[in-house]
T-cell receptor, first 113, second 111 residues
Framework: EAAVTQSPRNKVAVTGGKVTLSCNQTNNHNNMYWYRQDTGHGLRLIHY???????EKGDIPDGYKASRPSQENFSLILELATPSQTSVYFC????????????FGSGTRLTVL | QQKVQQSPESLSVPEGGMASFNCTSSDRNFQYFWWYRQHSGEGPKALMSIFSDGDKKEGRFTAHLNKASLHVSLHIRDSQPSDSALYFC???????????WGSGTKLIIKP
């Protein structure tokens, strides 16, 4: 089965600090996504990518940057973390023009103090 | 306004019973629908996709789609404790095929 690995699993950061969340997929999928999940909001799309070197804004991109240096890796960067960014973050690969299934990682629980 | 609305927000079903979820979209462009399941502490995992009107059955799971009414449902028969999870409906139809997610239904199976 398709594999998506996220790191770290848990992260505690201070307000104003820089946070980088990493995601690696071995599925050779072109598309990758970053979501955040909060109670009552379901999954909200932050950034996505169509391939190496590409990043696109999702529905809630403010305060986040993304980087796709290779087909396998997709990072989410919080330059100046704020407590409102405390959440669970999920990376996924798949989807695209063939309406394919998304495969998710296990998530990163981020707490910003 | 959320384009994909799920109901109920939560559901409690006795073991061996039938669990049913509903999802209504407000965008007639949606052509493709999925159900995803998320166990606690894990990422969502695709359960079923349904792209054509009618029923689609996979084991204990049956999805039903009615594009005219923009309604999709999921039914789980003979519910097991392992079915306790958060269930999401997701839909897409635009040229980018970006998924639009419902807010989820929490299912609890009572032993």
């Amino acid at each position: 089965e398709a594999a998506v690995t996220q790191s770290p699993r848990n992260k505690v950061a201070v307000t104003g600090g820089k946070v980088t969340l990493s995601c690696n997929q071995t599925n050779n999928h072109n598309n990758m996504y970053w979501y955040r999940q909060d109670t009552g909001h379901g999954l909200r799309l932050i950034h996505y990518s169509y391939g190496a070197g590409s990043t696109e804004k999702g529905d809630i991109p403010d305060g986040y940057k993304a980087s796709r240096p290779s087909q396998e890796n997709f990072s989410l960067i919080l330059e100046l973390a704020t407590p409102s960014q405390t959440s669970v973050y999920f990376c996924a690969s798949g989807g695209g023009a063939q309406a394919e299934t998304l495969y998710f990682g296990s998530g990163t629980r981020l707490t910003v103090l | 306004q959320q384009k994909v609305q799920q109901s109920p927000e939560s559901l409690s079903v006795p073991e061996g019973g039938m669990a049913s979820f509903n999802c209504t979209s407000s965008d007639r462009n949606f052509q493709y629908f999925w159900w995803y399941r998320q166990h606690s502490g894990e990422g969502p995992k695709a359960l079923m996709s349904i792209f054509s009107d009618g029923d689609k059955k996979e084991g204990r799971f049956t999805a039903h789609l009615n594009k005219a009414s923009l309604h999709v449902s999921l039914h789980i028969r003979d519910s097991q404790p392992s079915d306790s999870a958060l269930y999401f409906c997701a839909a897409t139809g635009d040229s980018n095929y970006q998924l639009i997610w419902g807010s989820g239904t929490k299912l609890i199976i009572k032993p």
